[in-house]
Structures are given as C-alpha cells and as structure tokens.
DNA sequence: AAGCCCCGCAACCGCTTTATT
DNA sequence: CAATAAAGCGGTTGCGGGGCT
C-alpha cells in the first residue's frame, strides 16, 4: 500500500516560508476554506505540497492559535496529562485549546523534560528517579491504570473534532446526573479540578482506608501537580449535573437503553449493524454509528468507560464475545465471586466509580499510590508556587 | 571582532490511521 | 473487501539567534 511522497515532484519549494507564502495561504484559505490540501497549492499560486501548506496553517498561521509564553496553568496541565498519556501530543493539545500539538512537543522537549530531569524525576516515567529501580511494579502498574484514562482521552479528542460541525439539538430527558462525551465550546462554569486524577481516584475508592496510608508517596510529583484548574474543555468528568448535549451525529452514538429518557427508544436497527455492547449494572451499553440516531447522550459518570469502551470497541470488533475479550484484556470487567477474571456468561463486575457494588480487584497498591497522590493535593494550598 | 557552541523552534520525514472509491 | 488517497501524528532535523570564550 505504497504512497508517493507528496513533495517528490521537482521544483516544490522546501524551508522556511515567506511572508508573501504565508499571506497566499491565508488568503486562500479564508475565501474558500482549505478543502483537499494536496489541490491546494495549485488553486492558492503556491509552489509547496499540500503537506507543507497543512503544516504551516495548522501549526503557524491559524488564526486561533495562542502564541507566546506557556503559563504556569498550561504547564501543569501538559505535564499531568503527560504523566497519564505520554507523547500522544494531539490528545494533550486537545486540552489546551489554542496551543498545537507541534508547539507543546517542543516546548516538552526543551523546557519541561529538562525541568523534571533537574528536579530528579524520570520524564518518561513521571516517578522520583530513586524509586525507578525499586518499584518496576508501580511504573507497570501505572502504566496500567492509564492505559483506560489514555484511551477515553483519545475518543473524546475524537469526538470533540467531529462534533466542531455539529448543530447543538435541544434535547432533555429525565434522567439527572447527566455527563456528555463532547462539547462544543468550554464550559466556564466547570469547577477547578483535576479531573483526570480525581476521575481515578473515583474509581479506587472504594474504601478510606488508603487515607492513612503512604502519605509521603511520590510528595514531590504531588507538588508539581497542584493546580487550580486543569482546563479540560472536553471533560467528562467535570460537567455540572443538569448539563446536557446531543452527541455528534458525525460520530455516532453510545446509548445505553436504561438511561435513556423513558419517551426514546432505540431503533430496531441498532443490533443489527453495531452488535457492539458492553454489560453493565445499568444494562448493556451500545454504539449506534453516525446518521442513525441523534438522541442526547446521557451517562452516568460511573459508566464513562463503559461507554467509551463501547464507542471503541464499534470501530474495531465485530461481536459482543469480542467486546468482553477487550473488557477483559483491559481488567475492566472481574469475576465477582472469585475476584478472577470472569467468563462471559459469569455476572461479572463493573468497575464503577461510586464503588458500592462492584468489584474491583487491582492492587491495593495502585489505589494507595493514587489516593495518596489526590490527597496531597488536595491538602496542597492552591496556588502553591510548584516551579 | 570572530569563531564556536548551545538552544529553541519551524519544518520535514515517514509511519499510521482514516476516508473514499 | 481491497486498494488507494488523504490526513493525522510523533520523531527528528537543521537553521538562526544569542551567549560565551
């Protein structure tokens, strides 16, 4: 499946652009938009590749970039999300709206990389270099535990691209305690939060008993944790009960059918093409693909990766026995009589954030460590100077 | 003042993913 | 369903500017 590379043909210019480059493709693309990149530059009087023209718009000339100075705020933002993400760039740079992908990668490499490794703690790890050694186990582990918040992180920049386009529907069921896998724009009223940890610290809380426990764990990564805000446009896990969104229609839609608003069903059709599911303690969730359902979507906090699981498992599975086997690749569902992982016709256990009634069976010591971590901070007068 | 070195950033390269035919 | 095109993504490169000797 070979491609030729779009810049082979001679007398394409390389290197730096000119201001005379630049304004062509700023004038081009505000009269008619980009469309095809590759048939731009001929349309636009450009001697570059459709490539080079995309790069330079995307990275440089978009009107809605934010250049300049990284504030403390997006620094903790970049350096938490790595923490949980590693390099996927594009997923962190969906968090900081106005700063690209390219612009916090680099600003990664020659700032803030230098900046932990000087303060003594792996980069790529995010852990005290002195506990490197000692605790493979906890690195493997937390590589674990971010493998699922990576993965709704990844669908929810998905979804957040899609639903740009998007006409927000009016929509309302009865159902509180709504939360909406994309946004349109941000929500100024979303509290000060770290999300992301406390979406983790949800979901090992099932007991207050690692309150007392580890308190001095990994306390200097803690401090450098500390923010007032992480800003997360499209948070899940932020959104005020009440709030509601359509989702997209470009990208389709997770319903579970015992959460939605008792006047809506689903289609006869959903089975049929998208036979994905994933059982649950609210019954099974389901991924509708786009143009066949513009419903509101509406999830329970606790079920947020059950949906997203669904979402994901619509793209790349075909059978609910393949759904489960992805469940449980992921440790996601759990034998609730044995604690091992359960069988699909089993009753099994949904990792569930309220912790009431589920079973979850990862180590004590993932629960310990990021507790631990959340209660630092939180004990952490806000606004501590970090840096 | 000249040469050297280091750093930051824009741009490129090539691989992967997604969309289209 | 396979092939192809287009776009996305992350790693890397190389240029230019500033600081140091």
Redesign the pocket.
Same mark, same amino acid.
């Given at each position: 499946?070979?491609? @030729?590379?779009c810049?082979e043909k001679a007398g394409l #210019?390389? *290197?730096?652009?000119t201001p005379e480059e630049d304004q062509k493709l700023m004038a081009y693309i505000e009269e008619h938009g980009? *469309? @095809?990149? $590759? %048939?731009l530059p001929a349309k636009a009087g450009l001697q570059?590749c459709?490539? @080079?023209c $995309?790069? $330079?718009w =995307?990275? /440089?000339l978009r009107p809605d970039i934010k &250049?300049g100075k990284f504030s403390l705020q997006e620094e903790q933002t970049i350096i938490q999300l790595h923490a949980l993400l590693g390099? #996927?760039? @594009? =997923?962190i740079?969906a968090h900081l709206p106005k700063r690209t992908?390219?612009?916090i990668?680099? /600003?990664w490499? =020659?700032?803030l990389k #230098?900046r932990l490794t000087k303060m003594g703690i792996d980069p790529i790890t995010h852990r005290p270099k002195t506990d490197a050694f000692g605790h493979s186990k906890d690195s493997s582990n937390l590589s674990h535990m971010a493998q699922w918040e990576s993965a709704r992180l990844e669908a929810e %920049? $998905?979804l957040v &691209?899609?639903s740009k386009l998007q006409l927000v529907q009016n929509q309302l069921g009865s159902k509180p305690a709504r939360l909406i896998l994309n946004k349109i724009s941000p929500q100024p009223s979303v509290p000060p939060c770290l999300d992301v940890l406390k979406a983790w610290q949800r979901s090992w809380s099932t007991n207050s008993q690692s309150d007392k426990d580890n308190p001095r764990i990994h306390n200097i990564y803690a401090m450098m944790l500390t923010t007032d805000d992480l800003e997360s446009p499209t948070s899940t896990l932020c959104f005020p009960e009440g709030t509601s969104l359509p989702i997209s229609p470009t990208a389709g839609t997770i319903f579970n059918d015992n959460l939605l608003p008792s006047t809506t069903t689903a289609p006869a059709t959903t089975a049929a093409k998208s036979s994905v599911s994933c059982d649950s303690d609210e019954g099974p969730w389901k991924y509708l693909p786009k143009g066949e359902d513009n419903r509101v979507l509406s999830l329970q906090d606790d079920n947020i990766m059950m949906a997203v699981e669904a979402f994901r498992a619509a %793209?790349g599975y075909n059978s609910n026995n393949d759904v489960m086997e992805a469940c449980l690749n992921h440790d996601l569902l759990y034998d609730s009589n044995e604690g091992g992982v359960a069988a699909e016709e089993d009753n099994v256990g949904i990792i569930n954030g309220d912790g009431g009634s589920c079973n979850v069976n990862f180590e004590e010591n993932n629960k310990q460590y990021w507790n631990s971590l959340l209660n630092l901070v939180n004990d952490l007068p806000s606004g501590s100077p970090v840096f």
């Open positions: 499946m070979g491609r @030729s590379p810049c #210019k390389k *290197g730096p652009w980009h *469309g @095809s990149w $590759r %048939a570059r459709g490539k @080079s $995309r790069l $330079r =995307t990275n /440089y &250049r390099n #996927k760039w @594009s =997923t740079a992908d390219n612009e990668k680099n /600003y490499n =020659t700032h #230098k %920049a $998905r &691209r899609e %793209a």
